[in-house]
């Protein structure tokens, strides 16, 4: 229990000392995955809105790969991500291996899925005539699909909720395709494993409560934004 | 519209991208290497001192000692700084790479809880190993195929003893929690001396069985040729080899954990033979 | 031929899902600031058909067109508003919903504000006009959504069973007022309905659409009251069909075609010679249905409650004789005489008087 003690101190003396590494992790995982959570929102909606509201041939074999991709443990995402960005990869030349944007791409690749689900969901759980009925009164194509997301916004921003949650906790791919370099792509859950291998717990659990502080005030931040003018 | 769309879509992808990246534009040198060189913190302390040198960004990359070495010969490190010695050489024998220099060394200890249920102080390390073996006192090793594990197992070999059974336990993590475990299970395990005493996690064990050249860790870097693959920098991995050999990075090493451990964690070995050192030692 | 172009006109409409046709209309037209109501049980293609003359689906062979021109859906959308069988609003306020048209038309706010104060008032939701969407009733929620479409001012406005989904007294509240605007505004409407009465209450011309056709259209009255044929007549509230056979026989006279009469054109008479037998009696509130075997044929009669209970105790097995008034007996000039025998239906599914 001694453990879990000295943790917790830890933790709130690396936060109130503004200990300048501590923050330096905590600002680089929250730009990298705050980056990867944007980008698989960029992305997933518009794959969302095609299978929520297209017809197309193979959707439905696309919506088997969403489902699917929703349960890729990072670390296998991160093995693809690194293969394709080895030097002699297809990527190699692009030089991006053991950096933040590696990273982000890997943290990407693994809230994509997670995002397009949620999003797909959220999209067809409004009522499909809603669409016509705005088309109905002058609204364009993509101005139809901006009013339903907007009817959807609580659980979209749920599915953005659900990707940053799984990007910031995650090691595997972080750890993979960072390479975990101090000053560079070390993250939180990075700087965590290294602190559990080097034996020092403390830190580590730190680390770790330092992680779940940064990811309970996200998503305090985003649950008010969404809670917002409802009654 | 939708082409509109996509062009906008596209326009904020590359815009994230290229917000997120901040990956400095400085020419990058990928060191591969152990986790003990990691764990013990010395390259903390070597690393940056090379990149204000130089003008080079270092990426360490820190992983078992037999990861580093392959990584090295698929073209996808610059440099390795490895304690390997058999899957050095085969490096070295691909024709892979450039030179195989010393840089320093540290040793191996044998460490277990100080009541040394197994009455292995002092012994000889393989025969200690052996009564290990035979008195089914609790070990844990790394079994992580990481430098100190093959070096583990060689140890095991010289004692005549297939380890296994209920007493021989694979933590598949890095040194500093293998001795932590060992440390709660009141086990005996294998250490470089560096990190044994940089882990105040594992107080409680002693180290009983030192010295003798048998135990002896020896750290080499190797750079890699351009022939490992298209995109090596051979320039910057042979650079960074250099710095590591040259007086400024051995005398770091040198001091290296005086100041904390009472004792320096390594000691440099620039430009001897394995055998000049053990002569030394 | 100085006749101006219809407003909106559909030319060889067809309409597949998937191997099925779900739509054929030759040709439909709707002139400038008329109503007209399009009749069909469900299913019928009603809602494709709106949704085709919206611009809200696209055919799968045929022609849209405004003002003698082909327009593309998009460009029949800039000119119609419609109102969906449920009221479908978007979260807040009320009076945000009924500007909701007016902001995809990139309509000033002040000028958005001033439209839709006037049609939250012209149909009663000045109180209502902050509250949120989501805290209405049914009724007022499709008051908020024919709010939202006249506030566009279309040219064309497309309601589809607008009322479908409402109670009784709500419906007839509302179908007064949407009565009233009608009359005085000179917006084109297309009304589909499986209901006569509302048709009745707000059409210059029906239509009649039936498994994906056209069958009749003309006057409302007219359309109303001559069916011409037994799926029309059925829907058209004649709740007794008579083959040939069984109407010669029933009316006493030789018939050549199939007769639709409505149950509230064929009076009770206990006091009669007995010829038909009451089989089973069925109160619906403000009238009372009974039915009747004569000649071995099932006839629904409609009597209005208090009317049914002064007749002197009328119970299943008891004799009557029906009186059918021959002028309200119409016959149905396309239905084919040879076919199978029709049948009176047993379970009305439409509100009678």
Not at chain 3, 175 to 204: F, G, K, M, Q, Y
Not at chain 3, 293 to 322: K, Y
Request: charged share 20%; proline share 5%.
């Amino acid at each position: 229990m001694q453990v879990l003690w000295d943790a917790v101190t830890e933790a709130f003396r690396l936060l109130l000392s503004g200990d300048g590494e501590t923050w330096e992790i905590i600002a680089r995982s929250l730009r990298i995955s705050l980056t990867a959570t944007a980008l698989a929102l960029v992305l997933g909606l518009p794959v969302s809105a095609a299978l929520a509201f297209g017809r197309f041939p193979g959707r439905r074999i696309v919506l088997a790969l969403v489902n699917t991709g929703m349960g890729v443990p990072p670390v296998v995402a991160g093995l693809v991500i690194i293969v394709l960005l080895w030097r002699s990869g297809p990527l190699g030349a692009l030089g991006l291996l053991y950096t933040p944007t590696a990273m982000v791409i890997a943290q990407t690749a693994i809230a994509l899925p997670l995002v397009a689900g949620f999003s797909t969901a959220a999209l067809q759980h409004v009522d499909p005539d809603f669409r016509v009925q705005m088309q109905a009164l002058g609204a364009g194509r993509l101005r139809s699909l901006w009013t339903v997301a907007a009817e959807a916004r609580l659980p979209l921003l749920a599915a953005g909720m659900a990707g940053f949650g799984a990007v910031i906790s995650e090691v595997g791919a972080a750890l993979m395709v960072g390479g975990n370099i101090a000053g560079q792509t070390r993250v939180l859950t990075t700087a965590a494993v290294l602190e559990a291998s080097k034996g020092a717990f403390a830190l580590a659990l730190a680390l770790g409560i330092i992680l779940l502080v940064i990811a309970f005030a996200v998503n305090l931040v985003v649950t008010a934004v969404q809670q917002h003018g409802r009654a | 519209m939708l082409y509109r769309l996509v062009q906008v879509i596209a326009a904020a992808v590359l815009a994230l991208v290229f917000a997120a990246c901040g990956d400095g534009d400085r020419e990058s040198v990928i060191l591969a290497t152990t986790t003990s060189t990691q764990d013990s913190g010395l390259l903390d302390e070597l690393i940056p001192a090379f990149e204000r040198d130089s003008g080079l960004q270092v990426k360490t990359i820190a992983v078992g000692s037999g990861e580093a070495i392959e990584l090295g010969a698929r073209g996808e490190a610059d440099v390795v700084l490895a304690h390997s010695p058999a899957a050095e050489q085969e490096l070295m024998a691909a024709g892979k790479a450039g030179a195989r220099r010393t840089v320093m060394h540290n040793d191996y200890v044998v460490v277990g809880p100080p009541g040394d249920p197994a009455g292995v102080r002092g012994a000889q390390a393989a025969r200690a190993l052996a009564r290990i073996a035979k008195a089914k006192a609790p070990f844990v090793s790394r079994g992580d195929k990481s430098g100190t594990h093959t070096f583990e197992l060689g140890l095991w070999e010289d004692a005549g003893v297939e380890p296994g059974g209920g007493w021989y336990q694979e933590s598949g993590q890095g040194m500093g929690a293998t001795l932590q475990i060992a440390n709660d299970k009141d086990a005996y395990t294998i250490s470089d001396r560096g990190t044994y005493l940089a882990t105040e996690s594992a107080r409680d064990l002693e180290i009983l069985v030192e010295g003798g050249g048998e135990l002896l860790n020896v750290y080499h870097v190797i750079d890699i040729a351009e022939d490992a693959g298209e995109r090596v920098n051979a320039e910057g991995g042979k650079a960074l080899a250099d710095w590591l050999v040259a007086p400024a990075a051995q005398n770091a090493i040198k001091t290296f954990g005086v100041e904390e451990f009472g004792e320096p964690l390594f000691v440099p070995d620039a430009g001897k033979t394995v055998e000049q050192i053990l002569a030394g030692a | 031929m100085n006749t101006p172009p219809p407003l909106l006109e559909l030319r060889s409409i067809t309409v597949e899902a998937g191997d099925r046709t779900i739509l054929q209309v030759e040709q439909l037209r709707i002139e400038r600031g008329e109503t007209l109501a399009i009749l069909g049980a469900n299913g019928a293609g009603k809602s494709t058909l709106l949704r085709v003359a919206g611009g809200l689906r696209r055919p799968t062979h045929g022609s849209v067109s405004l003002n003698g021109r082909t327009a593309t859906p998009a460009q029949i959308r800039q000119t119609c508003a419609a109102v969906l069988q449920r009221p479908l609003l978007r979260r807040g306020s009320v009076r945000a919903n009924v500007e909701t048209g007016l902001r995809f038309k990139g309509v000033p706010a002040a000028e958005r504000r001033k439209r839709a104060t006037q049609w939250l008032e012209r149909l009663g939701l000045e109180p209502l006009a902050e509250q949120a969407a989501d805290s209405l009733s049914g009724g007022e929620a499709q008051r908020v959504s024919l709010a939202r479409a006249f506030a566009l001012a279309p040219q064309l406005l497309l309601l589809d069973e607008p009322f479908g989904a409402l109670d009784a007294p709500t419906r007839a509240e509302l179908l007064a007022d949407l009565r009233d605007i009608l009359n005085t505004s000179d917006t084109a409407t297309l009304l589909v309905t499986h209901d006569r009465h509302e048709a009745a209450a707000t059409a210059d011309r029906s239509a009649v659409l039936h498994a994906g056709t056209l069958r009749q259209i003309g006057p409302t009255a007219s359309v109303l009251e001559n069916p011409e044929d037994a799926a029309c007549a059925r829907l058209l509230g004649f709740d007794n069909i008579l083959s040939p056979a069984a109407a010669s026989r029933v009316l006493g006279r030789l018939l050549d075609h199939a007769v639709a009469v409505r149950a509230t054109d064929c009076r009770l008479d206990p006091d009669g010679n007995g010829a038909g037998t009451i089989e089973r009696i069925l109160p619906f509130g403000g009238f009372t249905r009974a039915i009747v075997a004569i000649h071995g044929i099932r006839i629904l009669s409609d009597t209005p409650t208090p009317a049914f209970e002064r007749l002197s105790q009328l119970q299943p097995g008891t004799n009557v004789d029906l009186h059918i008034d021959a002028s309200e007996a119409r016959t149905l000039p396309c239905s084919q005489p040879t076919r199978r025998r029709a049948k009176t239906r047993n379970h009305p599914d439409d509100r009678l008087q």
